[in-house]
């Protein structure tokens, strides 16, 4: 049963921190939020330059691993 009461108690203590904690004075408004936030905005402003690809004209990548090759004749 005490640890019924302990537990309760606990809970109850947790329960007036966090209305003491968000509790508001009477009548207190809250202030508006700009809705002018940009979270929808491009990344890059419209008249920005373009500019090209830097890699798009490079010539391939050399294999980093060497392929199969037959240096040895006796499983030919």
Not at 42 to 52: G, K, L, Q, S
Request: aromatic share 2%.
């Amino acid at each position: 049963m005490i640890p019924i009461l302990i537990v309760l108690g606990l809970l109850a203590v947790g329960v007036a921190i966090v209305a003491l904690a968000t509790r508001r004075a009477p009548g207190a408004r809250s202030t508006p939020v700009d809705p002018e936030t940009g979270w929808n905005d491009p990344t890059t402003p419209a008249h920005a330059v373009r500019t090209d690809d830097p890699f798009a004209h490079a010539p391939p990548p050399e294999p980093s691993v060497p392929g199969p090759t037959r240096t040895s004749g006796a499983h030919a």
